[in-house]
Every structure is written in structure tokens, then in C-alpha cells.
């Protein structure tokens, strides 16, 4: 019986790159604390906000002007990340890594809401991850890419305001969205992008302005109340040797004064995972050539890094490391 729910979830993950995840045990309460502390962090005095802002050095904290494949966002962040000695300061030299160090608010019903729901979802991502990597028939090698994982939490908050920033902006997107109202037009949230990572799982707050690019159409996710959305990022990609291609996506902005909430967590890899592809366990499943060159999780993420703080020139994106002539095949 397992082993048919792992071969299906293969399937939907080839298909879609996308999920719906149910029945996780993450309770109800967590997530209803989560985004209450969200909207209380976002309320915060603009100043107050802005002294925890990420910088070129620190990829962590507050920023309103987040990037995607150089193209400003119509959103306001909040990035938390994994800590490698949680019982130290934020920014003790202990964690201090590549991604910089945590910046979070003096107050503890931000916080502490904050923190439980990064905890509760790290767990849940490695065993989304170990179903992922049977269904690859590569199950061995869930240790080595979660022991020492290098994840993040972001919190998300669109809004008017946000929009009308970007309007201003010379690196917004001059194509719009067209809404369900056909006379009006909707800037991006975010931008058409892929996650970077192994795989991400996200919450939204019960508005639905997800869309992922299937078959050559946008076409919008609608969970069910509860549910997490998952889907896997280039990490994934690259070691499935293209069997689980990283879905291509984008979010909405806000419209008529609409003010929503989504949190994504960002499952990723060791600083010195090297990734390539991996071979199978499974002697159904045909191994052949690698189509990326390899390369370490710390290069990717300081070159991607970049390109998000600011304009530096094209985002760093795993068709860089494409083996010339080994394109995608289909499985």
C-alpha cells in the first residue's frame, strides 16, 4: 500500500511539481498563532520594522524590497532561519552562517509564535523529503541532505501600498496580470520564478493567489482549509536528474484594498552538500548521464543571494550548471 502512494506522489510530482498535503499534524492553533503574530510583525511602525532590514552581508530579517529575477516584488518580507546552536544569541559567531543571522522582534508574542511554527514545519519537511527521495529510489541519501539542513522561514504580507511602491519602480514588470474583473489589471506579488531549494511547504491565509505555469497556462492552486501546499525547487531537480522539474511559479498582488498573508518554508541542503545527480536504488528506474555540472549548496546560495538583495546582473539559476547537449528528457 505504501509503495502505490509513493509511486503516485512520483507521478503527481512529475506531472505538477506541486502537492497538497493533508493529514500532517501540524495543529490547527499553531497556524492561527503564526498568522496572527505575522500580521502584528507587518503592523509594526515602519522605523521599528526597517532596524531589523537584511542587508548585502545578512540575508535575514525584514526587507520590503525583495527581488525576483531582478524584478521588484509588490510584498513586504520577514526571513528566519535555521540556527546551528539554538541556545545561542541570534548573533553569536556560532550562527552566523552563509545566509547571515537571525534579526527577530523584542517582542515575545511575535516571536515565540514565529519560532514553534519553524519546528513544527522542520520535521514535517524531512519526511516530505524522504517520500520524495523513495519515490527516486534514492532513499539512502536522506541523511546527508537533512543533517546540518540550512532551511529558512518567510513570511509574506501583500498589500495596496505594496503595489503602489512598485508602480513607482523602473524594475517592476510591465506586463500585468489580468484579474477576474476583466477591466482591471493586477500587478505580481512575486514573480515568475522556481524555488531554490529541495522543496518548500506553505500556508496561505485563505486567499488564493498562487499560479503555477502547467502545460503552458496559469493556473491558479486553491487548497483545501488546513492543507500545506508543497512543491519541490532546483535542488531537487538537479539531483533527480531532471525527473522532478522544479515548477515554475508566481503570486498575484493584492487587489481592492485585499490584505493577505502566506508563509513558505524553505527546505534546503547542507552549506557543503555537493549536488549532483543521484543514482537509484530502483533497477526499474534507468540512470543516465548527469545533466548539471556539480556543485556545492554554498555556492548556489551566495550567488542567488546576490541577485536577490539587489541588481547584480541575472539571477543565478541552475540552467547555469546544464551539461551542454544533455537537455530534459521525458519520463
Known sequence: MRDREIRRLGQAIERWGFFELHNHGVD??????????????????DAQKRSLQRTAINARGYNPEELTKNRLDAKEIFDVGHKPDP??????????????W???????AIREPIWRWFNLCEPLAIEVYGWLLQ????????????NQHTSFLRL??????????QSKNEKVESEKVESEDADSMVPLGIHRHTDAGLLTLLIEDGHHALQVLHAGQWRTIEPSPNAFI????????????????????????SVAGQYRLSAAYFFNPPYDQIIQALPSEDK??????????SF????????RGAGDYEDLGEEIQISHYRVPGRDRAKF
Do not use: C
Not at 548573533?91 to 552562517?97: G, W
Not at 556545492?296 to 550567488?303: C, K
Open 135 to 146: 519515490a527516486l529510489g534514492a532513499r539512502d541519501a536522506l541523511a546527508a541532505h537533512t
Open 296 to 303: 556545492t549548496w554554498e555556492a548556489f546560495r551566495r550567488r
Open 28 to 45: 490547527h492553533q499553531s497556524r492561527q498563532d503564526l498568522l496572527a503574530a505575522q500580521r502584528a510583525f507587518f503592523a509594526l511602525p
Open 87 to 100: 541556545l545561542a544569541a541570534d548573533d553569536a559567531l556560532v550562527n552566523r552562517v552563509v545566509d547571515g
Open 284 to 293: 526499474d528506474l534507468t540512470f543516465d548521464a548527469p545533466r548539471y555540472q
Open 230 to 253: 508543497v512543491n519541490t525547487g532546483d535542488m531537487l531537480q538537479v539531483l533527480s536528474n531532471d525527473r522532478f522539474i522544479a515548477p515554475e511559479h508566481r503570486v498575484l498582488g
Open 102 to 108: 537571525n534579526q527577530m522582534p523584542e517582542d515575545i
Open 156 to 165: 509574506n504580507a501583500y498589500s495596496d501600498a505594496q503595489q503602489k511602491e
